[in-house]
Every structure is written in C-alpha cells, then in structure tokens.
C-alpha cells in the first residue's frame, strides 16, 4: 500500500509560489499544508504551545 502511495505522489512538487503542482504544471493545491506553513521548519516548542491551545480550545 505505501509503495502504491508514494508511486502515486511522486510526481508532486512544491513551488516557490506555494503551490503544489503536478507534472503536468496542474496546480493540485493552492497553499501548501492548507496553511502555508512548511513542517520541516517547524520547532517542538512551537508544536507544543500548539498543541497546549488545541487542548484549551476542546475543553
């Protein structure tokens, strides 16, 4: 099943203007993530107080 996956998305690139586009240049997604922020530059600490304020938020 991850084979099938990762062989459906490879041709699936990030563009400097955020968008994610396919080989064919057909734009898949306007704003990367859904809201334009790259995980890979994310830090624990931010994760965690995002994480502290979902909680508040359910409760």
Known sequence: MQRRLINALQDL???????????D???VQFI????GKDPMSASKAALADVTKQDDIDTA
Do not use: Q
């Open 13 to 23: 690139v990030v563009y400097p203007d955020m968008t994610v586009r396919n080989a």
């Open 32 to 35: 990367y993530g859904g809201d």
């Open 25 to 27: 240049m057909s734009v």
